[in-house]
């Protein structure tokens, strides 16, 4: 049956396979996930709270010889965790499955999202929404990976570190749920800001967003986004406000190319 003789029960229908397919998927992932979480936890979850973390090491070489760049060569600073909540740490695994199985399966739901509309569209736009598609599976996981990388241990080891400013007197303890809620969003938060230019694509495609907007608002935009940046950056010096700011802005100019051109006046 053609997609023009399907009527709306049929596409219906075949939107629920869609779900049933990602659902199965997200099912494996997450019973995989639950296996191998104890290693995850160990080697990738936790590794920002060591400090021989390679993001870490990385900035403390390069503070050693550009002056105005934070001091990351604390090689003392080893957070231990807490947990506060007895059932805490089975429901952290349970969900932490989760999530990371969302995170990996992200390619194949943009696959069955394109697989599901491919019928209505002409053959110039199956075309231009694979690649679109295609980069938007790879720029959710540069975001997660610039997240993970730089944004959480960035801002976790500042605000770890801030008690001591407050108050010598302060102990600091992370709760293992603090802790998580902080690296799941941050995580996943870079990871979705960094699907702007897909987005920009997608309210091009329904007339919403044309290329005169981003010359015309590129001042404001520039504005939102420092502001965006410093109450995002953990530290109040130049040189992390611009680790977090130039890639937001990047985001913004990569956009225009998804965008399509102003409509010709006659």
Request: charged share 15%; proline share 5%; with cysteine.
């Amino acid at each position: 049956m053609s997609d023009q003789d399907m009527t709306f029960w049929d596409h219906l229908e075949e939107f629920r396979w869609v779900l049933f397919r990602i659902v199965i998927a997200l099912l494996v992932f997450a019973v995989a996930g639950f296996v191998v979480m104890p290693w995850v936890f160990d080697h990738i979850i936790l590794a920002p709270a060591k400090p021989d973390f390679f993001m870490y090491e990385w900035m403390c070489r390069l503070s050693q010889s550009v002056s105005f760049i934070p001091d990351f060569c604390d090689t003392d600073l080893e957070i231990k965790l807490v947990n506060l909540d007895l059932t805490a740490p089975f429901f952290r695994h349970l969900s932490t499955s989760f999530w990371l199985a969302i995170v990996l399966i992200c390619p194949y739901i943009l696959f069955e999202v394109w697989r599901f509309i491919r019928p209505a569209l002409y053959a110039h736009e199956k075309r231009n929404v694979r690649w679109v598609f295609i980069f938007g599976s790879i720029m959710f996981f540069v975001g997660c990976s610039v997240g993970y990388s730089l944004i959480f241990p960035t801002t976790f080891r500042f605000l770890y570190t801030y008690s001591g400013a407050l108050s010598e007197t302060i102990q600091q303890q992370v709760s293992l749920d603090s802790y998580m809620d902080n690296f799941l969003i941050l995580v996943l938060a870079m990871g979705l800001v960094f699907e702007l230019p897909l987005i920009s694509w997608l309210l091009s495609q329904i007339g919403i967003l044309r290329k005169s907007f981003f010359s015309t608002y590129r001042r404001h935009a520039i504005v939102a986004l420092l502001i965006a940046a410093a109450i995002i950056t953990p530290t109040g010096d130049p040189f992390t406000l611009a680790l977090f700011f130039f890639p937001l802005y990047g985001l913004y100019e990569l956009s225009i190319f998804f965008v399509k051109p102003d409509d010709k006046k006659t």
